[in-house]
């Protein structure tokens, strides 16, 4: 057989770090195989990903040690039998237009401009986005923007496909669908590919191969599916990866349950309309909403309904085409609209999709000690609460880190800590779970419910349903634009056609 990827006892460490990100990785993918990669949030999975596609270059980026080869040859720069697909979908679009951003890669290629545009709308259907080739990337939501990476590489055709969590952005059918797309392009014994993904269950039947690398070091476990689930499935999940048919809260986790009564009215939507420049149609279209304190409300919907449009009202990042947000828990005696970042900030807490929205400060502790300063906590509480979230979301070893050096599952819960740090009185977040593992998630719900609990008012945009069975008190789901089912939340229950039962 031929082999397509050869690591002897290689090993990265990103720049400015003291640890190694990983070390003495012994690793061969042959020409063919479907290999699952699994380990704890910050074990070097994306890392290694990016090294495999050439785009990892020492000195400036980073150290190196080992040796790595894809398709025979010392990795030194992209291959274009190579194709990836980031976590973060952003890093690698780069075209204004959703048909010019899959051509601008073929033409790369020197395909005949008579097969281009075929292909072009080939690719875009078989991941599920049927907008005109004409339409505009910046007017995607973040979960159609990830399909139109997929299909990026999926008009390429590689040989071989490395995916960096390809559906933890997508609604349900939309992530059933890229794994539909991808389970008949893997049908072709030609194509090697390495999947990172949180969701193992729906993918575990994909792969033949499982390796489950170990954080600073290198290959933990290496074998089919079935053996490494069976033998190591429990020490796993307790340290931190997802197994499959294990989800919500791990053994050392609190069940939270929702809340029965709420406090007063934190914010108020009524009508508010939103029609980005250009758009043929309403992003957010006459939304009334109250949020109320000691109240988790999840927004959910299909990708493009307008979840994150609305999140960005809500926190007044965003002023409405029509419509009014008002803040009924103090603050200026200004409209929303026109508070000032120095106000805003006291008083409401946002978490953006993409996590590097939000960085202004080159190491991790500064970060968070911004934000805390910023909302006028005092120096030693906000010392103490800087330290306290770095510990509880395993960051206390990264303090020194530039934050936009961390692995996606990192910067996210930066993200989150940021605006956790304040304790405002409403904390909207974008996706606040994305891209966690086991153990982190747990501490990130514990720390959503604790701040619940405390008598603030907490919304989340999400498509993680463990996430809304577990903290929900209240969800909302959009669907182009329009609420159609403000529904109790219940504990324990999963959400199916739109509603709770």
Not at 37 to 43: D, F
Not at 429 to 453: I, K, S, Y
Not at 460 to 476: I, K, Q, S, Y
């Amino acid at each position: 057989m031929t082999t397509v990827v050869s690591a002897r006892g290689w090993g990265w460490r990103h720049a400015g770090r003291r640890g190694w990100a990983l070390r003495g990785l012994d690793l061969r993918i042959e020409e063919g195989e479907r290999v699952l990669l699994l380990g704890p949030s910050g074990a070097g999975k994306s890392t290694l990903l990016q090294a495999l596609a050439g785009l990892l270059r020492p000195p400036e980026a980073g150290d190196v040690e080992g040796e790595l080869s894809v398709h025979g040859r010392p990795v030194t720069g992209p291959d274009a039998r190579s194709g990836i697909v980031f976590q973060d979908p952003s890093t690698s679009l780069v075209m204004s237009r959703v048909g010019d951003e899959i051509a601008f890669g073929l033409e790369n290629r020197a395909v005949p401009t008579g097969l281009i545009w075929p292909r072009v709308r080939e690719s875009l259907d078989a991941v599920g986005l049927a907008y005109p080739l004409s339409w505009s990337v910046e007017h995607l939501s973040g979960g159609e923007q990830q399909r139109l990476a997929v299909a990026d590489v999926l008009a390429v055709a590689p040989r071989l496909w490395l995916l960096d969590e390809p559906t933890s952005n997508l609604d349900p059918p939309g992530a059933a669908l890229v794994r539909s797309t991808l389970a008949h392009l893997l049908g072709d014994r030609s194509i090697t590919a390495v999947v990172v993904e949180h969701r193992v269950d729906e993918l575990v039947g994909l792969v033949d191969r499982v390796v489950v690398l170990e954080a600073g070091g290198g290959v933990r476990h290496d074998g089919p599916p079935d053996e490494v689930f069976s033998r190591h499935g429990a020490t796993l999940r307790a340290s931190g990866v997802w197994v499959p048919g294990v989800r919500g809260p791990g053994p050392g986790a609190h069940r939270r349950e929702p809340t029965r009564s709420t406090g007063p009215p934190v914010l108020e939507a009524e009508a508010v309309t939103v029609r980005y420049p250009a758009a043929t149609t309403e992003a957010v279209s006459a939304v009334d909403l109250q949020v109320t304190a000691s109240q988790a409300t999840a927004v959910v919907g299909p990708n493009g309904s307008g979840k994150s449009t609305l999140a960005l009202c809500l926190a007044s990042l965003l002023v409405p085409t029509s419509g009014e947000v008002r803040f009924c828990a103090g603050g200026p005696r200004v409209p929303y609209a026109r508070w000032p970042p120095r106000e805003l900030v006291r008083h409401v807490g946002f978490v953006f999709q993409n996590p590097e929205h939000q960085f202004v400060a080159a190491s991790v502790e500064a970060e968070l000690t911004i934000g805390a300063t910023r909302a006028g906590v005092g120096t030693g509480p906000g010392r103490r609460r800087v330290g306290e979230l770095m510990e509880r979301l395993a960051l206390s070893h990264l303090a020194a880190a530039n934050p936009f050096t961390l692995s996606g599952g990192e910067k996210r819960r930066l993200s989150v800590a940021t605006a956790l740090v304040a304790r405002p009185e409403l904390l909207v977040a974008d996706e606040p779970t994305f891209g966690q593992d086991a153990r982190t998630w747990d501490e990130l719900v514990e720390l959503l419910a604790e701040a619940r609990d405390d008598g603030r008012a907490v919304l989340f945009v999400t498509h993680d349903e463990e996430l809304v069975g577990v903290l929900a008190d209240r969800v909302v789901r959009l669907e182009h634009g329009r609420v159609v089912s403000p529904v109790p939340g219940a504990v324990g229950q999963v959400l199916s056609a739109g509603d709770r039962r």
